[in-house]
């Protein structure tokens, strides 16, 4: 944790006064229109901010800029050791503000404090310490080739890259996008949720006090269908870098079809699968894995397990231990360091969530754990946490992205028959599998349709882990060496020798 437990949150909160203004070429400006974005706080729906909202023609400002500054070269063509400081000096001042970060991403969006402290922060800080060390490792490439020739392959940046986040993570989605954009070299124009911007903007703040030049990361809050569509249809963006769902991430395609056929890479959403084998380890700490990978974040997680496959053999029993697990999920106040889950992002969101839990009911699921909107407290958001049994691979809540805490089990024969059931799905994010049996393990990982897998844990994994899904899930990489990678492209060089 970054913090010590006494630190009085409330009181901490009380005292912020965050920028919500856009910023466009290292200046604090106002949206043309005069347009504001309310964002709500989803524990007790007071207001956190009123956000500029940017236009069409802002959103044109910010990517011109951005364009300019890059043809400029001032952070293009900077030395690489340079680059590398001054990422080292955002990356530290983004630790110095970790208080800051975790109290306004809990304000606007509603996750817990310790959530913040324990993942969120600390995984912002690491991508931009790890891409920093990256920045003078992107190497080139120099093949063998005829005697009268000489041929280099050298890797530059794109140009511009605009970055769309979603809510769920909102520093960390975002340092995820910009660290890798920024370390190869590009200039950035940065658009986050509408529910939250606060970060994003406090991001744009500090890379500037790190020595990063003006205009060359900007940042525009605002709608995705305005702010988020200029941009991914803007003609001088090269590169639309998205997290968010796969319905919108289809959008992403579209707009770059009908503009400059810029690169897209997609981080979508999921439906991911835990395999329980009837050999899984001891099955209380296994269902507490289990319950962490689909309560942890409210449940509002691109890979939250969701679909929770039981051997047979073992179902009962371990749905008995999922249910105690469950109950160390209890909704409440998310600036108290003790609450494991807080409410979910607003109340549309909140319905929606709570359509999912009726609807399995009516398609004949069993709730072992009956999730509720907790009435006692009818101001926050919440969902409490939500087990079926008794359900089918045809049923709506084993098929769609419910993005809340709403878990489904399904009883499965053995690896043949899990396999066969977690693969069927549209989405192939990620998957866990619980077994002793270490043949089992590598067979089922190795057969699984999706880009990530855990064996024996859920969601663990460092900068060096490849972030991104197959199928309807996505396509391109955050985290790794490849994400830095796909924020470039290679040019060849052929040298004629004797010419
Ligand atoms: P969303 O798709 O509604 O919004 C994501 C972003 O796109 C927001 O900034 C939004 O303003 C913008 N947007 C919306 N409509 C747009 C449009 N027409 N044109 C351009 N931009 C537009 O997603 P969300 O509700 O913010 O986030 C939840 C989703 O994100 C879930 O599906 C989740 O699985 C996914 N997600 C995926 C990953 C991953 O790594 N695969 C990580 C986090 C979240």
New binding site residues.
């Given amino acids: 944790m970054l913090d010590t437990n006494d630190k009085d949150w409330h009181s901490f909160a009380a005292t912020q006064t965050p920028e919500a203004r856009l910023l466009i070429d290292g200046e604090w400006c106002r949206s043309d229109t005069g347009e504001t974005l309310p964002s709500l706080n989803p524990f007790n729906q007071q207001l956190v901010a009123s956000i500029e909202c940017a236009s069409v023609s802002d959103v044109t400002r910010a990517v011109t800029v951005a364009r300019k500054r890059f043809e400029d070269g001032a952070w293009s063509r900077m030395p690489p050791r340079d680059r590398v400081r001054i990422l080292h000096r955002f990356a530290n001042l983004i630790e110095s503000c970790g208080d800051t970060f975790a109290v306004l991403d809990t304000l606007e969006m509603g996750k817990p404090i310790s959530e913040m402290l324990n993942i969120d922060v600390p995984g912002s800080i690491l991508a931009m310490r790890f891409m920093a060390e990256c920045v003078d490792k992107i190497g080139g490439d120099c093949p063998v080739t005829a005697n009268d020739a000489l041929h280099y392959i050298q890797r530059q940046p794109l140009g511009v890259i605009g970055c ?6 909102p520093t960390m ?1 975002a340092a995820w996008k910009i660290a890798p954009a920024l370390a190869a070299g590009n200039s950035v124009v940065l ?4 529910d939250t911007s606060l970060t994003a903007l406090l991001l744009g703040k500090l890379f500037l006090e790190a020595g990063g030049p003006e205009g060359v990361f900007n940042v525009v809050p605002g ?3 305005v702010a ?2 200029a ?2 249809q803007s003609m001088q963006v090269d590169k639309i870098a ?8 289809r ?2 395609y579209e ?1 770059s079809a009908r503009s400059n056929l810029k690169k897209v890479s997609a ?4 439906k991911s699968p835990q395999i329980i084998l009837k050999d899984a380890p001891d099955l209380a700490k296994t269902a507490a894995s289990v319950a962490a990978g689909i309560f942890g974040n409210q449940g ?4 939250a397990g969701s679909r929770i496959l039981v051997a047979r053999e073992i179902h009962d029993e371990f749905c008995d231990h999922l249910t105690k697990a469950a109950e160390g999920f209890r909704p409440g106040d998310p600036l108290d360091l003790k609450t494991t889950m807080g409410p979910l992002v607003n109340r549309a969101h909140q319905k929606r969530v709570l359509g999912y839990v009726s609807g399995a009911v009516e398609e004949g699921a069993s709730a072992i754990v009956s999730g509720s909107s907790h009435t006692a407290s009818p101001e926050a958001c919440f969902v409490s946490p939500t087990l079926f049994t008794d359900v089918s691979s045809d049923m709506t809540i084993a098929k769609e ?1 419910i ?1 809340g805490p709403v878990g489904a089990i399904l009883k499965h024969e053995g690896p043949d028959h899990a396999l066969e059931l977690a693969n069927d799905s549209a989405y192939g ?1 990620a998957a866990g599998i619980w077994t002793q049996t270490l043949g089992d393990a590598h067979k089922v990982a190795r057969d699984l349709n999706c880009g990530m897998v855990w064996i024996n844990g859920y969601m663990n994994g460092d900068m060096t882990q490849p ?3 197959w199928k309807e ?2 396509q391109g990489r ?1 985290k790794c060496m490849d994400a830095l990678l796909e924020n470039t492209q290679t040019k060849s060089v052929w040298v004629t020798l004797d010419g």
Wanted: overall charge negative.
């Fill in positions: 769309i986040t979603p809510w769920n993570y989605m658009k986050p949720a509408e709608r995705g269908a988020g569509a941009l991914a998205f997290t968010g769902s796969t319905g919108v991430g959008l992403m707009y981080e979508l959403g999921g509002e997680v691109c890979t992205e993005f994010l972030w991104g899904g899930s996505g955050d």
